[in-house]
Structure formats: structure tokens, C-alpha cells
């Protein structure tokens, strides 16, 4: 298990840009896929982007694809989500996630590590 934190989140007019950043610590962070979920109120969590922890492969939702980009500098042991134009119903609680070997994960099941989340406002 890695421990997990998000910074970033924040109010955003529509249209705008955050880049949203998920710290890891532990041993062998390059060894995760590293993945982002979305969750809004009264709504079931998401799925949003992931990226293997070997090739750099990355993969996102629909919802969101051609905006939102992920990536990771396992140097650093962190991970990025860098969203732009925002869009009032990409409001949501944003959840880092960590998956250990596996190499496209995508369900919550797939991810055994979970940061406490950081908040996106996308106002109108």
C-alpha cells in the first residue's frame, strides 16, 4: 500500500484550466499505475484517467477525453491530472488511486490505494 495525496482542486470558471497533483510515498512508486477518479454528489465515483506504471500508456473517460491529460513523474512520486476547459459538470471530489500490478486498471476493485481527495468547482 502507498499513501496517497491530492493537492490542487479549487473554483474554476468554466473554461478554465487546474492541474490537479497526487503525492505519493512509499517504496517502489514506479511499480503502480496510477489512475484518477471523480466523484460528485449523490453520484456513483468515476472513473477518469489512468496511466501504467511501466510504458507511460494512458487512458482516459469518454467525458473527458481530448481535455484532460494525465502523467507522472515517478521521480518525484507524483502523479498529474492537468484539466482544461472546465466545464460545470466536471464538479467533483478528485481521487488519486494506485494500482499494484496491474497494468490497465480502471474499476475501483482494480486500485488498493485511494488518497482523501481534493475538491474541483467548476462555476458557470
Known amino acids: 500500500q502507498v499513501q496517497l495525496v491530492e493537492s490542487g482542486g479549487g473554483l474554476v470558471s468554466a473554461g478554465g484550466s487546474l492541474r490537479l497533483s497526487c503525492a505519493g510515498s512509499?517504496?517502489?512508486?514506479?511499480?503502480?499505475?496510477m489512475g484518477w477518479f471523480r466523484q460528485a454528489p449523490g453520484k456513483e465515483r468515476e472513473f477518469v484517467a489512468a496511466?501504467?506504471?511501466?510504458?507511460?500508456?494512458?487512458y482516459v473517460a469518454d467525458s473527458v477525453k481530448g481535455r484532460f491529460t494525465i502523467s507522472r513523474d515517478n521521480a518525484k512520486n507524483t502523479v498529474y491530472l492537468q484539466m482544461h476547459d472546465l466545464k460545470p459538470e466536471d464538479t467533483a471530489v478528485y481521487y488519486c488511486?494506485?494500482?499494484?500490478?496491474?497494468?490497465?486498471?480502471?474499476?475501483?476493485?482494480?486500485?488498493?490505494?485511494w488518497g482523501q481527495g481534493t475538491q474541483v468547482t467548476v462555476s458557470t
Open positions: 496511466i501504467n506504471w511501466g510504458s507511460g500508456y494512458t
Open positions: 488511486a494506485a494500482a499494484l500490478g496491474k497494468a490497465r486498471p480502471e474499476t475501483e476493485a482494480d486500485f488498493g490505494s
Open positions: 512509499g517504496r517502489s512508486f514506479s511499480s503502480y499505475s
